[in-house]
């Protein structure tokens, strides 16, 4: 059964240093997504991105943050310079169409900024 | 106004039984889609069970139902035969018509299982 893949998954990293966390979305789907969730607390969507270009983005998801498609398969999120509180578990999801379409999850990096 | 509501603090259920996890929902949107994942303590988010807004009855998944109040606007789910791997916190999701697919999600509930 396809899935979404997500590296790495486990990732530490200094303060102000940059991290780009990889997806790999379920192949036939269009739709892509990251969400977020701080240790204890619940899922936050960062943004969604569609067509190569980002549809919509949450207020969390500011000029440090940056979203490609570098390729066919790969999808990823960059984080220019790391702060304390981006401390979370940062999940991928793809979706094969935009309404009424589940939306599966990859199994999520782990990112530790000290 | 909070859009997924998820109150209970804490659930438990003894194994073989069947447990409720509680959802409310806040939208004006007429058509709309809910959903309920699974995380277990490894991190993961499964996904469990969809209902859409217009769907005439309420989705079935296995051993997972949900209980779909419209008027009530309530989405609770049912686990039957309570196994101990359901151990996890669920969550309830919601995907809006004018939110360009985003989902919102609650705060989550967790589940205990007893043997």
């Known amino acids: 059964e396809p899935e979404v893949t997500q590296t790495p998954s486990h990732q530490v990293t200094q303060m102000g240093q940059e991290v780009i966390l990889r997806c790999v979305p379920i192949s036939n789907h269009l739709y892509f997504y990251w969400y977020r969730q701080i240790l204890g607390q619940k899922v936050e969507f960062l943004v969604s991105f569609y067509n190569n270009e980002i549809s919509e983005k949450s207020e969390i998801f500011d000029d440090q943050f940056s979203v490609e498609r570098p390729d066919g398969s790969n999808f990823t999120l960059k984080i220019r310079s790391t702060k304390l509180e981006d401390s979370a578990m940062y999940f991928c999801?793809?979706?094969?169409?935009?309404?009424?379409?589940?939306?599966?999850f990859g199994p999520g990096t782990r990112l530790l900024v000290l | 106004a909070q859009k997924i509501t998820q109150t209970q603090p804490g659930m438990f259920v003894q194994e073989k039984e069947a447990v409720t996890l509680d959802c409310t929902y806040d939208?004006?949107?007429?058509?709309?889609?809910l959903f309920w994942y699974k995380q277990p303590s490894s991190g993961e988010m499964i996904f469990l069970i969809y209902q859409g807004s217009y769907d005439q009855q309420n989705a079935t998944e296995g051993r997972y139902s949900l209980n779909f109040q419209k008027a009530r606007k309530s989405a609770n789910l049912v686990i039957s035969a309570s196994q101990l791997g359901d151990s996890a916190m669920y969550f309830c999701?919601?995907?809006?018509?004018?939110?360009?697919?985003?989902?919102?999600f609650g705060k989550g509930i967790t589940l205990s299982v007893r043997p």
């Open positions: 939208t004006s949107d007429p058509s709309y889609g």
């Open positions: 999701a919601m995907r809006e018509i004018g939110a360009n697919s985003k989902l919102t």
């Open positions: 999801a793809s979706s094969p169409g935009r309404m009424q379409e589940t939306q599966y």
